[in-house]
Nanobody
Framework: QFQLVESGGGLVQPGGSLTLSCTAS????????MAWYRQAQDDERELVAT???????YYKNAVKGRFTISRDNAKNTVTLQMNSLQPADTAVYYC????????WGQGTQVTVSS
């Protein structure tokens, strides 16, 4: 299992950008597909983007073309670059494995508002 620490959230105006970072402590990080999830208030947690061991990305349709997921196996980090942010992107963002989930970290709040 990993210990996961997310950072980089904040308040941004519509159309703005943020870069989220997740650091995973534990062994074999490079052997696991990773993902970013988000949970808006009063909503279920949902998958936003995934990245395979070989760094192939997948995106939820709503964020395709605006978000970019990447990973640095040497640093055990997963990054989510978010551009053209919309109020609907407001949520707490979490990273985790795609399967065999580790305990959730505290997440990082992203608020998109004018």
């Amino acid at each position: 299992q990993f210990q996961l620490v997310e950072s980089g959230g904040g308040l941004v105006q519509p159309g703005g950008s943020l870069t989220l970072s997740c650091t995973a402590s534990g062994t074999s990080f490079s052997g696991w597909p990773m993902a970013w999830y988000r949970q808006a208030q009063d909503d279920e947690r949902e998958l936003v983007a995934t990245i395979t061991v070989g760094s192939t990305p997948y995106y939820k349709n709503a964020v395709k073309g605006r978000f970019t997921i990447s990973r640095d196996n040497a640093k055990n980090t997963v990054t989510l670059q978010m551009n053209s942010l919309q109020p609907a992107d407001t949520a707490v963002y979490y990273c985790n494995r795609v399967s065999n989930l580790s305990p959730w970290g505290q997440g990082t709040q992203v608020t998109v508002s004018s």
